[in-house]
């Protein structure tokens, strides 16, 4: 073990240039072995779920580089959440009710051409956000929204009436 210290440097402010470079591209390719077989959503646009966990890990890998705390217990730490993603993942979805608490439901906004207002406002939703998700989804008018949901992710999905009704 004292090997790998003289090579990675002390847990603490007195480790050198070459040795916290060394430390970011050990994390440097943890994080990406993480990722790649932990959950490909950890960093994606998806639920509160993989939104905490993306930060959480960048603060505590960011702590094993700079030698503010302990390297192997923060890889151990940061392993051990990214397991703990996959766990809560797992049981989401084999237990729906477990899956709306930890990740969330969509948001009717509107529906059947109707915006429902109570959702509008507990979710802070303009009609300006509204008529950008439409902008998005090329539709021109926003009274041709047939339904519009909040996501999980935050996005807001839009779907126009027929154009044959």
Known sequence: MEDIYS???PDSDQIKWWQMG?????VFMLAIFMVRYGDRRIFGK????????GIILGS?????????????????TTLLLVFLHWLLSYI?????GFGSYVKGDEVALIKEGKMVDGNLRSNN????DICEACRKNSIEDPEKVKDAFLERSGEITVFAFDKKS
């Open 60 to 76: 505590i890998l960011s702590r094993a580089i700079t030698g503010n705390s302990p390297f192997f217990q923060t890889i151990f």
């Open 125 to 128: 939703i303009t009609f300006k």
């Open 92 to 96: 989401s979805f084999h237990f729906h």
């Open 46 to 53: 998806s639920s509160a779920l993989d939104i905490v966990l």
């Open 22 to 26: 060394i430390r970011g591209v050990l």
């Open 7 to 9: 090579i990675i440097g």
